[in-house]
T-cell receptor, first 114, second 116 residues
């Protein structure tokens, strides 16, 4: 079956611009996670959705970052006023129901802020 | 707060040799433990995980890991390395308990090089 997909695969933007990153989960998966992976580092947790609601957003670095999942399926990570330090690979992972289930990762979106 | 330490950012082995990738965690309560592999330009793939029960866990591609509570370790091993094992390996943990959201805390990663 289809895995987690993320679009775009690459995004280049200029400092100060707004970007949106999309995640399409595995069908039927209610849990969705966003992580950020900087060069040479392990992924860092950003936000967790259970259904439509953000159950844990403790990893969002500041209020420029926001994520939504309005219908409990596709999620969009939104970054306002991008900064060069936001450059990273943004990973989405989904799980069948919740915390005890295996997370399946998408290929990521590589964001470059010039 | 939980943390994960992977000893050795780069490990090089010869094809056919033993693979040993080290992972230690810091947590007040033994967490769930995971190993993920990341091939170039691909997403993270779960190799194995420990939640409960037998402390020696077998995963895909011939890998296994042993949870040692006394050493707070979850080292990954494979008896005989194959060229296709060359990749980045990440150890991760997540909380147990009612407040657990499943968020993963990752180590820095270890790059495995396999020499012919």
């Amino acid at each position: 079956g289809a895995g987690v997909s993320q679009t775009p695969s690459n995004k280049v933007t200029e400092k100060g611009k707004y970007v949106e990153l999309r995640c399409d989960p595995i069908s039927g998966h209610t849990a969705l996670y966003w992580y950020r992976q900087s060069l040479g580092q392990g992924p860092e947790f950003l936000i967790y959705f259970q259904g439509t609601g953000a159950a844990d957003d403790s990893g969002l670095p500041n209020d420029r970052f926001f994520a939504v999942r309005p219908e409990g399926s596709v999620s969009t990570l939104k970054i306002q006023r991008t900064e060069r330090g936001d450059s990273a690979v943004y990973l989405c992972a989904t799980a069948l129901a919740g915390p005890a289930d295996t997370q399946y990762f998408g290929p990521g979106t590589r964001l470059t802020v010039l | 707060a939980q943390s994960v330490t992977q000893l050795g950012s780069h490990v090089s082995v010869s094809e056919g040799a033993l693979v040993l990738l080290r992972c230690n965690y810091s947590s007040s309560v033994p967490p769930y433990l995971f190993w993920y592999v990341q091939y170039p330009n691909q997403g993270l793939q779960l190799l194995l995980k420990y939640t409960t029960g037998a402390t020696l866990v077998k995963g895909i591609n011939g890998f296994e890991a042993e949870f040692k509570k006394s050493e707070t370790s979850f080292h990954l091993t494979k008896p005989s390395a194959h060229m296709s094992d060359a990749a980045e390996y990440f150890c991760a943990v997540s909380d147990r308990g009612g407040s657990n959201t499943g968020k993963l805390i990752f180590g820095q990663g270890t790059t495995l090089q396999v020499k012919p």
